[in-house]
C-alpha cells in the first residue's frame, strides 16, 4: 500500500486546512485510515482515524474542531481541521494496514505510512 497526503500549508490561528490522503496498491489492505501527527521534538500522536464501518475516532485535543472523512471509491481520506492554533503545527502523516483488532490510537499497529504534509499555522 503506498498512501499519498497532500494539502499541508501556512494558515493563520483560526483558519481551515483541508488534508487529503490516496492510497494505492493493495487498497483491500487500507480498510482503515488514520492521521499522525509530529511536532519537533515531540513524539508522533494520534489524531483522527476513521473505520471501514465508518466509525470515526478523535483525539481529545481535535475533537469538534477536526473531521475525517474517507471516499472509499477513490480510496483516499480526508482530515478537515478547523479553528486551528498554533499548537496544532506539525507534520501530519497519514498511515494504513492496521488489522481490525489492533487499536487505532497506536502508530506501530500501522505498516503503511506516507510521506508527511508540513501544517504551519500563525498566531
Known amino acids: 500500500v503506498q498512501l499519498q497526503a497532500s494539502g499541508g500549508g501556512l494558515v493563520q490561528a483560526g483558519g481551515s486546512l483541508r488534508l487529503t490522503c490516496t492510497a494505492s496498491g493493495r487498497t483491500e489492505r487500507a480498510h482503515t485510515m488514520s492521521w499522525f501527527r509530529q511536532a519537533p521534538g515531540k513524539d508522533r500522536e494520534f489524531v483522527a482515524g476513521?473505520?471501514?464501518?465508518?466509525?470515526?475516532y478523535y483525539a481529545e485535543a481535535v475533537r469538534g474542531r477536526f473531521t475525517v472523512s474517507k471516499d472509499y471509491a477513490k480510496n483516499t481520506v480526508y482530515l478537515r481541521m478547523n479553528n486551528l492554533n498554533p499548537e496544532d503545527a506539525a507534520t501530519y502523516y497519514c498511515?494504513?494496514?492496521?488489522?481490525?483488532?489492533?487499536?487505532?490510537?497506536?502508530?506501530?499497529?500501522?505498516?503503511?505510512w506516507g510521506k508527511g504534509t508540513q501544517v504551519t499555522v500563525s498566531s
Open positions: 476513521i473505520r471501514r464501518s465508518g466509525t470515526d
Open positions: 498511515a494504513s494496514g492496521l488489522s481490525y483488532t489492533d487499536s487505532i490510537y497506536s502508530a506501530p499497529h500501522y505498516p503503511y
